[in-house]
Structure formats: structure tokens, C-alpha cells
């Protein structure tokens, strides 16, 4: 790697051993996104999910606060949970029958003093994730217990993501279902995309922009790029992408909803008037947060009040293969119009069999076939735009470190964070 | 009392019809494929879940995120883009293979809506060795108009809680 040069060797996205070291270096430490308060309100409600390669259960415990678990019996092992969401009063175990409550506590062992002469039970409940934090609705996980908080983590991006958590109304809320697929490649591929890839949207996306007579599709969030700056927050490897400082998404937002109605326009309005009150004059002149990731896989986009919020994991399983889980957020008080719109923009646009997603996996798959090679491997990929513009300017007001809209920035600093981590 | 089971010709006619429109699109006549569905139709793939309440984690309410609900427009515009030549996960088109069976005739009359189950399979073929199989049920309300049967209501419920890949094809 020569971040310097923008140069990262494509070893990193095949090697089997480099897989393995991050499997302990980056996923067994970072804060990995586990879920949306959203999706668990009731005491007893759980989804499931994965931390690296460990699936846990994400529940809320009859004391409303929320817990993870591995999802795995302490007995040998069986996973105590086989459903992707729902509510449960206990996890019970198919193999040998122990039993779990919702706080993660041995409740039931059957025959216990019959067949155990000691076996202390306190010992023996679901192996906790010792770290679990929300911020803003979104809860993260960390396997160690003494990471520094997710807020530390998040670092100046929060400041960002502040805007994405107050501007809507009545808070998130994470539409029901999920969607999930196979994608033949590293989990570093996808994340970085969504690091700072705006130079590939004219190009790998084109068809998309053709269709813009299409509803959904309309001018909102498809601004002049020499507005908009990729901005990248060293230290902690996440960035941001075509952040606009003037009100310029807003003004399109409202001009959209004149044409649907008087609820619409209302909507708007009182979205940016919460953003006011909840943020900052600057906070609320950036209004949405286009797209960017947070180290390492948790992506996000939003371009408008009245575009979707997309929520997306690049779950690592194996050197070169993933699971790809997204979902869709609106916000909780919206007019049913607006929810509707959302809606139908993610599954035409976003969506698993979406006229952006098709095209995202495309890529992803046929760089993975053709730097798999002992020859493609001795090769970098380039990371050198915008290395002019290093360490890039502040603006004042505005956290973070900023570049143009078309860089690379974004990039290397999620590389540069990876390679810190990894030597840790 | 003439039930549908005993309706012959009205089942040879619907199964042919289900075996046609899938060949349109294996050979790519999308537009001609298109043209069978009403001007009123409704396409949607449900997202699924694994759950164990009633319904199976079938979900594509209005509070659910389904993987398509398209109307006949952006079917439309689909196919324009497979089209266009800058669609690049379909370019080339992929080799398709639609297996259609288990067609049964549940319930209603074309004047009105016949409710038909099948089961499909889909094979996938793309670039040297890219291959999938998507396996689902499909639900669909035919109707005839002006002497030919037409799809008024398609519903793809998909096997699959995790998809082999993401969907480029035509289901």
C-alpha cells in the first residue's frame, strides 16, 4: 500500500490469509452495525445478524434495554435462534434442550440437578457482546470491552449523521422486510463504493440516468457536481460523499412536493424546520447526506426528504464473497404520498433486482474474476484522484476534511484506517 | 356442475399461454412479452423473511420493502434499459431459462379474473460461468381482452430468503 502514490496492492481483496487476519483484526474490533431501534420496540422482540462471521441475536430485554448475543448455545454450540426476526419470551435450545432468557440468562437445564453436579449456571449465559450502543436509533456492537464508545468511533462523522437522524419526522423508521443476496466478492469492493465512488455513478449507472422521465426518477439530488465535495473524517476511516452546503436539495425538495400537495409541502418544511431547531443553520443548509460508509461496512444514502433512507451491510464471508443486507427508512410521521414515493424509488432504484443494484453487482463480480490471477494480484489498483487536493481544506464551520466532488479521498482514508487496524 | 378442473380447454389454453409468454422471454422479445400484461397490471416480487408466523415472511404491504412492484410504465422502462445498451449487468443479456409447472386453475373465469398458480424456476446464465437458479410460485389473475389472454396481476413469491445474486433478470 502507498497511500501516498494512491496505490493499494489487489492482494487485499483475494488473499486468503489477509481475510483471515481481518476477520480478528477489523471485525473481531471495530463497531459493527447490528440494527435499528426501530426494528425491535417491544421487550422480547429480536433480529438476528452477524458480526464478521459470528451471528448474534440483537433483543430487547424485558427491561427495554437492548443486548446482543452470539447466537450460540454455551452448551456445543447449536444456535439457540433460527429465525431472522420476531419476539421471543425465551431462546430455547433444539439440542439438548438449555434454555435462555431475554437478557441473555441460563434459565432452564433439563435434569439439571439430577445430571450436573455443578454446573454454575451464571457462567453459562449467551455469550454477551460486551458493547452495544445506539446512536441516534442505529446500534452497533463491539467484541471488546474496552473499545473506546461509538461515539469516539464515529468521531466528526456524527456531526454529519446528526442531520440524517433529526431532519426526519416522528424519527426512522425501517420499513418492514429486508432484502439479502450473494455477491461474488470482497467486502472491501462494496464499501468502498460507497466511500467516495461518485466517479462511477455517470458511468455504471447511465441507464439509470436515462430514465429520469420515470417516476421516481426527477432532478432532486441530481445537482451540479462542482457544488458538492466528498468529505472524508481521518482517523476513522468513514466518509461522506456530494455533501452540498447551500440549500440546494432542500429548494429542489420543495419544488417536488408543490406538484404532489399542501401535506407535502408541509412535510418539507417542517423537516428543514426540525433540522433548524434540532442542528445548526450549516446542519440544516446540507439537509441530506448523499451516500458513505461507515468503517468498516455500514453504507447508507439519503439524497432528499423525499428519497429514500437505504441502510446496507457488506457482510464478509470469505476472501471473496458476501452477503449484501439492505433496507429502506422513512420517516415515522410522513405523509402516506411521501412514504409511498420512498417506497417505490428503493425497489426501482436500489432494490436487490433494482436498476442501480444490478449494475454495482456487475462490477463488483468482474473485477473479483479478473485480479483473482497470480498475475492480476502482483498489480495496485489506483486510488490517485484528487491526491493534489491531499490533505484537503477545511471548511470552516463544517467538520471533517474536504475535497472536490470526483475524488478519491474517501477511498484512501478507508484504506489508510484498514491498514492502521490491521497492523494494531 | 362444471368445475374448472373439467374446463379442458380453458386449462390447455391457459398453460400454453404460460408456456408462450415464457418463452418470449427467453428469447428476448421483451417488448412482445410486455405486451401481454394490461395496461392496469401489476408485477410485484414480495421480499421474504425467515419467520414463523402465518405468512411466512412474505412481505410487500405498504409498510414492507418489496423486491419489485412495478406498474406497466416502469416495466416499460426496464426493458428500455436492457435496451439501451448501457445496462451494463444485462450486457450481454443473460441466458435465461424459465421453467413453468404446477399451473392450476383456482378460481374466477377470464371475463372477470382467473386466479392462476404455477411454479417456476429460472435459470441463469451470464458471461463464462455465471450461473443461478431462482425458484419461486407465482400468482397471477389472467384475463381476456379483445379475444386474447392477458396478465392483469402477477405476484412472484420467491423461494429464496437469501438470492443467489441480485436480480438483473426478468422473472
Not at chain 1, 464515529?154 to 422486510?177: A, F, H, N, Q
Not at chain 1, 455513478?201 to 465535495?229: C, I, Q, T, W
Request: aromatic fraction near 12%; hydrophobic fraction near 40%; proline fraction near 4%.
Amino acid at each position: 500500500m502507498d497511500l501516498e502514490r494512491g496505490r493499494v496492492s489487489r492482494r487485499i481483496f483475494f488473499d486468503e490469509e489477509v481475510y483471515h487476519r481481518e476477520l480478528t483484526q477489523i471485525f473481531a474490533r471495530s463497531w459493527l452495525y447490528l440494527g435499528h431501534e426501530s426494528q425491535i420496540p417491544n421487550a422480547g422482540d429480536f433480529v438476528t445478524a452477524y458480526m464478521g462471521e459470528d451471528p448474534v441475536i440483537l433483543c430487547r430485554g424485558k427491561d427495554g434495554s437492548i443486548r446482543a448475543f452470539l447466537n450460540s448455545c454455551r452448551h456445543r454450540g447449536m444456535k439457540v435462534c433460527r429465525l431472522d426476526a420476531g419476539n421471543a419470551r425465551s431462546f430455547n435450545c433444539s439440542f439438548h434442550g438449555w434454555s435462555y432468557s431475554t437478557d441473555g440468562e441460563l434459565i432452564g437445564v433439563p435434569f439439571h440437578n439430577t445430571v450436573y453436579r455443578d454446573l454454575d449456571r451464571s457462567k453459562l449465559g449467551l455469550h454477551a457482546v460486551p458493547k452495544v450502543e445506539n446512536y441516534g436509533g442505529f446500534i452497533f456492537g463491539n467484541w471488546q470491552a474496552g473499545a473506546t464508545s461509538l461515539e469516539r468511533h464515529l468521531g466528526d462523522m456524527r456531526w454529519y449523521l446528526d442531520i440524517l437522524i433529526e431532519r426526519p419526522l416522528g424519527g426512522i423508521e425501517v420499513l418492514g422486510g429486508q432484502q439479502r443476496y450473494q455477491c461474488h466478492s470482497n467486502w472491501k469492493i462494496a464499501a468502498e463504493n460507497f466511500s467516495g465512488d461518485t466517479y462511477h455513478l455517470p458511468f455504471s449507472h447511465k441507464s439509470l440516468f436515462m430514465l429520469k422521465d420515470v417516476r421516481p426518477f426527477n432532478p432532486v439530488g441530481y445537482e451540479s457536481a462542482s457544488k458538492l465535495h466528498t468529505v472524508v473524517f481521518p482517523e476513522v476511516g468513514h466518509a461522506l460523499t456530494a455533501i452540498g452546503t447551500t440549500d440546494e436539495r432542500y429548494e429542489a425538495d420543495l419544488k417536488l412536493a408543490r406538484e404532489m400537495g399542501p401535506e407535502v409541502v408541509e412535510y418539507v418544511k417542517e423537516s428543514r424546520a426540525r433540522l433548524l431547531a434540532k442542528t445548526s443553520e450549516e446542519q440544516a443548509r446540507i439537509y441530506a447526506l448523499a451516500f458513505g460508509n461507515v468503517f468498516p461496512n455500514f453504507s447508507f444514502n439519503n439524497f432528499s426528504a423525499l428519497r429514500p433512507l437505504g441502510l446496507y451491510l457488506w457482510l464478509p464471508k470469505g476472501a471473496q464473497s458476501i452477503e449484501a443486507w439492505q433496507w429502506c427508512a422513512v420517516s415515522r410521521d410522513a405523509p402516506a404520498s411521501v412514504k409511498s414515493i420512498i417506497r417505490e424509488d428503493f425497489t426501482r432504484v436500489q432494490s436487490a433486482a433494482g436498476v442501480a443494484g444490478q449494475d454495482d453487482t456487475e462490477n463488483f463480480e468482474q473485477v473479483t474474476e479478473a485480479t483473482r490471477g497470480a498475475i492480476g494480484q502482483t498489480l495496485d489498483f489506483v486510488y490517485s484522484m484528487g491526491l493534489d487536493n491531499s490533505p484537503g481544506v477545511e471548511m470552516e464551520g463544517y467538520p471533517g476534511r474536504f475535497y472536490p466532488y470526483f475524488s478519491e479521498a474517501g477511498q484512501r482514508e478507508f484504506y489508510r484506517h484498514w491498514a492502521t487496524e490491521m497492523q494494531r | 356442475m362444471t368445475t374448472l378442473l373439467m374446463v379442458e380447454g380453458l386449462c390447455r389454453e391457459v398453460e400454453q399461454f404460460l408456456y408462450r409468454e415464457a418463452r418470449l422471454l427467453d428469447e428476448y422479445k421483451f417488448e412482445e412479452w410486455l405486451s401481454v400484461f394490461t395496461k392496469d397490471c401489476r408485477y410485484v416480487i414480495p421480499s421474504r423473511e425467515n419467520r414463523k408466523e402465518p405468512g411466512d415472511g412474505i412481505r410487500a404491504g405498504p409498510g414492507d420493502l418489496p423486491l419489485v412492484d412495478d406498474d406497466k410504465e416502469f416495466l416499460g422502462a426496464r426493458i428500455a434499459r436492457l435496451r439501451s445498451g448501457f445496462a451494463h449487468a444485462e450486457e450481454p443479456l443473460s441466458r435465461t431459462r424459465h421453467i413453468v409447472s404446477n399451473i392450476e386453475l383456482v378460481a374466477g373465469d377470464l371475463a372477470a379474473g382467473l386466479r392462476v398458480f404455477s411454479n417456476v424456476i429460472v435459470f441463469q446464465s451470464r458471461l463464462e460461468k455465471t450461473e443461478k437458479f431462482y425458484i419461486g410460485r407465482r400468482d397471477d389473475e389472467l384475463v381476456r381482452l379483445d379475444g386474447s389472454i392477458m396478465i392483469r396481476r402477477r405476484t412472484v413469491v420467491l423461494d429464496h430468503v437469501l438470492l443467489p445474486r441480485s436480480l438483473s433478470i426478468i422473472l
